[in-house]
């Protein structure tokens, strides 16, 4: 599977961005998504994560209100809508995978469970 992730940019404090992840290799459907980032000398974090049908979500307590987590299961394709973007914001955020198919919790045991295969694009917010 390929996830290539597009949509980051430079933008100031306050401003919004989306995100898209386009998956090739294999049908989306089946499998929760989600997003994850990496800051500049920090580990890579979870971020968001949907349910394979039905829309569930979950979030990283930091951007909860603030960014909103959707799929397209037609078009193969996950978004990430970031608004109220903040400085602490800024990383290389990255699309994944669950590595099973059909399995999803709002918990941090599932999104350990995420893989992000492919490049990922930089978002970078300015105060």
């Known amino acids: 599977v390929q996830l290539q992730a597009s949509g980051g940019g430079l933008v100031q404090a306050g401003d919004s961005l989306r995100l898209s992840c386009e998956v090739s290799?294999?049908?989306?459907?089946?499998?929760?998504m989600g997003w994850l980032r990496q800051a500049p000398g920090k580990e890579r974090e979870f971020v968001a994560g949907i349910s394979w049908s039905h829309g569930r979500t979950y979030y990283l307590n930091a951007v909860k209100g603030r960014f909103t987590i959707s799929r397209d299961n037609a078009n193969n394709t996950v978004y990430l809508q970031m608004n109220s973007l903040k400085p602490e914001d800024t990383a290389v955020y990255y699309c994944?995978?669950?590595?099973?198919?059909?399995?999803?919790?709002?918990?941090?045991?599932?999104?350990?469970?995420?893989?992000?295969w492919g490049q990922g694009t930089l978002v970078t917010v300015s105060s």
């Open positions: 994944a995978a669950d590595d099973r198919p059909r399995r999803f919790s709002q918990t941090s045991t599932w999104s350990n469970h995420l893989r992000a």
């Open positions: 290799g294999r049908s989306s459907s089946n499998y929760a």
